[in-house]
């Protein structure tokens, strides 16, 4: 998708927005040319919260980060690289990305537990360990305020466009703002798949609490994305708050909390709906909202079904309003529905009432379907359940680009 | 894929095969010019088995179809159109399913419980039931053993090629037949989606004992063949049993009940591969099979979840042996198991073996590719579970065909 326009405003600011944060990206010789490391540091000790996938293969760079996690209170830095995964790569693998963890202690003068090591790529095979260990004496030199567009731009990989985002706000009188950038356009599902996510804040949030709102905002930005159900081994989301604004620690039902929540989730909004628009191929950015569902979980599971339904992604391709397919799919969701009270709205516009009532003729629902922006309302008319999830169309360029990934 | 000299060979008998039974398939208007109507009849009463959609959403047809094999012990005809699905067509749809058997058991002169529906085409129109009234009364006329061809050809929608196949054995020194069609090409999955097959066989069979026996073959070949992951409103198997052989009624763990099931089986793997082979786009049938699971179950969830996975399917289209994108589907998969023991074998050649050993570089691997069948075998090396499914290559015509199909 053309995403000149928007690019230029996500470039305002990003990772580096928040007070005491610095960062770089550079080329350190993983990929043939383009940026390939890229380092992101807090001048104070920062709290943090993270997010992992769930696959049960998961790549050195993800064992190594939650054991982080879970050893220290305080963290420094993120050192990550794209073009190689590090996963599927046994012991050697772990040593690397042990190795990647220390040098970055090791220049910035702290702690290796005080590092995240994050890697993005090609699975299966080994690090180029000795280039990542001159990259990254070299990067933490160059770390600097300055610097979030090149920090955003070396953790791409099939991505076609920069995923950098901020958003600064008030709390009691201060500035305080979220800094936030992104890697993913293929291969992404709820729980993480094959998609990278930092963010960073100058409040001051204790460690589990923290935790909580993390995965509580993630379970409804990045885990209600959906490109081509496929998970991968190395996905995670990793944020640092540093207190430097002065804000803080914030507390849970605080109205500090709540702003501060309500940023956050903006922040995690954009970064994810960039990756849907990102999507190999993509052509239509589509929100899907269940309505009227038995319970939110029974709405969530009915709205990924239909975002994974390729019968549903390639007739919006096609501009085709084929509501049999969408009601085909939320009959195999699993969740418990009438079909007599489905209701389809696209775009505002009623395709299909209650009772199987179609309101116009196919060639005039189609119509609906023209805009790049598509919002698909489902009304199952149950209960109160409701939830929402993004996805894009599939096109043949999806299958282009994954069919020949490695040549 | 290239199907002439495939398609030749099945042509050798199909439905008509067995003792005792007739088929036309003609143009009655649904469609704007290809066969539309099929007609299987029995010249005896005939037990029947039969194995519907697993979707909350159940087609008229589907739904008429159950009730008569519940309400009846002998059956005389399956009366099918395509073109139209009678889906998501409410009361109307009902009682156009209730028609089509009212006049099928007319014109044929038995009861209307002992007529199956079906249909398969666009969903949420209704079906044009003159045309296909006077079709019937016109079809009757027309069923002969030498139409199984014609038969075969009605039901195809996206298809590409007719599927159709028997097998001719002896069972106590009698000649014993069974011959099958089906219809599917898009949205296949295990649970019958989108996909018709109809069995005919001249053997004696219990109804229950014919019924446990279908639904375990079907477990094993149709419900084993995977195309995207969409299942339908519309999907049946329905098996006929006549008897004018001579032979039965089968007894369960007797030699000719073995004999049968080995029968039976191969000719609904026939016709389940065939659907495959057929899928939308497909340039390689894909057997994938898994072993060394910690249970059956397991083993056939790894191979589905390998089977449906986009990545790997635009990755074996593009000759890409990426190893990584296999076993990252097995973690997502659900199942137990030690990644370390992992070894993956395409078309014989070993690719990867325990501890992520690669055997050769990935040009190489490559080549394993090359081939229109491709065999995957994933050995987990955790215990004696087993499984084999079925399913093709993800390339850009996939896209192409269902981006367009009513277009």
Redesign the interface.
Known sequence: MQQEAVVADKMKDGITAPKGFRSAGIHCGIKRSRKDLALIVSNLPATAAAVFT????QAAPVLISKKHLDESEFFRAIIVNSGN?N????ERGYKDAVTMANETAKVLGVRPEEIFVSSTG???EPLPIVKIINGIHQIAKQVDKSEYISTAEAIMTTDTFVKSTSSTFIIDGKEVSIGGIAKGS??IHP?MATMLAFVTTDVAIEKNIFQNLLKNVCDRTFNRIVV??????NDMVIALANGASGIGPLLPATESYKIFEENLYQVMKKLSIDIVVDGEGATKLIEITVEGALSDEDATKTAKTIA????VK??I??E?A????I??????SGI??D??KFEIIINDVPI?KQ??F?TMP?AEANKTLKPRNINLMIKLNMGSGTSTVWTCD???E???I??????
Do not use: Q
Request: include cysteine; hydrophobic fraction near 35%.
């Open positions: 769930l696959n049960k293969v995964a996963a599927c790569t046994g090609v699975i299966g293929g291969m729980n081509d159900g496929d998970t991968s081994t994974l339904s390729p019968l390639t007739a391709h096609g085709d084929n509501w049999g397919r009601i085909a799919a939320v009959g195999y418990d529905f079909p007599d299909l009772n199987y179609v196919i599939f096109s043949e999806y299958v282009k994954n069919g020949s990934y490695r040549t």
